[in-house]
């Protein structure tokens, strides 16, 4: 059995200033230039948890929730929340930094998944993840609910194999 890691063994940090070529027409970073960042970072932080070859294989959630502008300073946080047998789902938070008071808020988030490969591109066990704040204990256990909906949606799981999703909805007597 692989050593457990812990999210923070995971954490890839990358800040960005949101240059004129980085913007649409009204100033805003444009969106794919974001998604793009995020997996370069992801891809970061999950080769630090298995240190083997990541490729992305799927985007799970998007949220943007602020524009970010012209010239913000742009900081880029990604850590692994949750490992499966071959497959790591890795949290991304994006945080502008107040250009004058350096105080930061967050305005974006995402959930992408990796798959690890060995030389030959097929998918290789990795470590399991090992929570250690509060937060990494919510992420690791919403990330299987996630999991489940996605293989329900894929046809690769029953609901009512899918036990956690079950669990949110179906009262145990």
């Given at each position: 059995?692989?050593?457990p890691?812990?999210p923070?063994?995971t954490?890839?940090?990358?800040?960005?200033?949101?240059?004129p070529?980085?913007t649409?027409?009204l100033?805003?970073?444009?969106g794919?230039?974001l998604?793009a960042?995020?997996d370069?970072i992801?891809?970061?932080?999950?080769?630090?948890h298995c240190?083997?070859?990541?490729?992305?294989?799927?985007?799970?959630?998007v949220?943007?929730?602020?524009?970010i502008?012209l010239?913000?300073?742009?900081?880029?946080?990604?850590k692994?929340?949750?490992?499966?047998?071959?497959?790591?789902e890795v949290?991304?938070?994006v945080?502008?930094?107040?250009f004058?008071?350096?105080?930061?808020r967050?305005c974006?988030?995402a959930?992408?998944?990796?798959v690890a490969v060995?030389q030959?591109?097929?998918p290789?066990?990795?470590p399991?993840?090992?929570?250690e704040t509060?937060?990494d204990q919510?992420?690791?256990?919403?990330a299987?609910?996630?999991?489940?909906l996605s293989?329900?949606?894929?046809?690769?799981l029953t609901?009512?194999?899918?036990?956690?999703?079950k669990?949110?909805f179906?009262k145990?007597?």
């Amino acid at each position: 059995m692989l050593k457990p890691k812990t999210p923070a063994e995971t954490l890839a940090v990358t800040t960005k200033v949101v240059l004129p070529n980085d913007t649409n027409t009204l100033g805003n970073l444009f969106g794919g230039r974001l998604l793009a960042w995020m997996d370069e970072i992801a891809s970061v932080s999950a080769h630090r948890h298995c240190k083997r070859v990541c490729v992305t294989a799927s985007i799970n959630n998007v949220a943007f929730q602020n524009p970010i502008k012209l010239a913000d300073i742009v900081t880029l946080e990604a850590k692994v929340s949750r490992a499966f047998t071959s497959s790591m789902e890795v949290y991304i938070d994006v945080f502008v930094e107040d250009f004058n008071t350096g105080q930061r808020r967050k305005c974006n988030e995402a959930i992408f998944t990796f798959v690890a490969v060995d030389q030959l591109g097929n998918p290789i066990h990795v470590p399991p993840i090992r929570p250690e704040t509060e937060e990494d204990q919510m992420r690791y256990d919403s990330a299987l609910r996630r999991r489940q909906l996605s293989l329900i949606l894929a046809g690769k799981l029953t609901p009512d194999d899918a036990t956690e999703l079950k669990a949110l909805f179906v009262k145990s007597s």
